[in-house]
């Protein structure tokens, strides 16, 4: 497999300006992820703070993804910078880092994500390298391109500091949680397309736009992750691996007409 394969496709499909579909991965088993991207969508995030998924999971994710010929991203737990570094080292194209408040957690998160001077990463690309096709050195010239770091838009604090967020170097784009942002916005309602949500995505996209950088969003349907595309996130996840696999269940079921309650 070669960059353009794997690892750098994503960035180099967001900054051509495509509109990318994501899998959202909870389950926590890696043969599922690579299912759904033989299935047709583009990446699948691997989820570690909602989801199942441990350091061991997500690495053999990563890798069942690049052998489906797509992308990897992994959403690390609340505060698990130093985690982002190990998925990096396994290959992982993009790393979403939730609860991102400031500037000074961006720059926290980013010193994990990229290497000197931009940031601090330790050198130890063991999967990295081999999933790029890159000789060591000219992965290491071209790493902080190449993996992108998303930090989460996700409370008021976020949403107060998102430009001097994106202004931070190594900054690639933000991605926004609307289930939280609803609570934080609404004072405690959890209503994640709701009025309130919706001038804060439009406002998130413009600043986002503005700044150059790439825009991302969890949706539940495909019908609203087209919707939201077209308003500027340019990478949408669409439901989770167990809701599509819920959904499709009761489908069949109540095609013989047995089940679906």
């Known amino acids: 497999m070669t960059i353009d394969d794997v690892t750098g496709a994503l960035q180099q499909r967001l900054r051509a300006g495509e509109s990318l579909c994501s899998a959202w991965c909870v389950i926590g088993e890696p043969s599922l992820a690579e299912l759904l991207i033989r299935s047709g969508f583009d990446t699948a995030v691997l989820d570690m703070q909602h989801g199942a998924f441990s350091v061991d999971t997500a690495i053999r994710g990563i890798a069942h993804v690049a052998l489906a010929g797509a992308p990897a991203i992994v959403r690390v737990p609340v505060g698990g910078f130093a985690t982002a570094s190990r998925m990096f080292d396994a290959g992982a194209a993009a790393v979403i880092a939730p609860m991102i408040e400031s500037a000074a957690d961006a720059r926290a998160f980013v010193a994990?994500?990229?290497?000197?001077?931009?940031?601090?990463?330790?050198?130890?690309?063991?999967?990295?390298?081999?999933?790029?096709?890159?000789?060591?050195?000219?992965?290491?010239?071209?790493a902080n391109a190449l993996h992108l770091a998303l930090p989460m838009i996700e409370t008021k604090a976020a949403l107060a500091a998102l430009d001097e967020i994106l202004a931070v170097p190594g900054v690639d784009g933000v991605f926004v949680g609307p289930a939280d942002l609803s609570v934080a916005l609404t004072g405690g309602r959890l209503d994640p397309f709701g009025p309130e949500v919706e001038r804060a995505l439009d406002h998130i996209a413009a600043r986002v736009k503005q700044a150059n950088k790439v825009a991302g969003l969890f949706c539940n349907t495909g019908a609203q992750a087209r919707a939201m595309q077209a308003r500027g996130f340019a990478l949408c996840s669409i439901a989770t691996d167990g809701q599509l696999m819920s959904g499709a269940a009761r489908a069949e079921l109540q095609g013989i007409g047995s089940g679906g309650t």
């Open 112 to 142: 994990f994500c990229k290497y000197p001077p931009m940031g601090a990463r330790s050198w130890g690309p063991q999967r990295a390298v081999p999933l790029t096709g890159l000789a060591p050195t000219a992965y290491f010239e071209r």
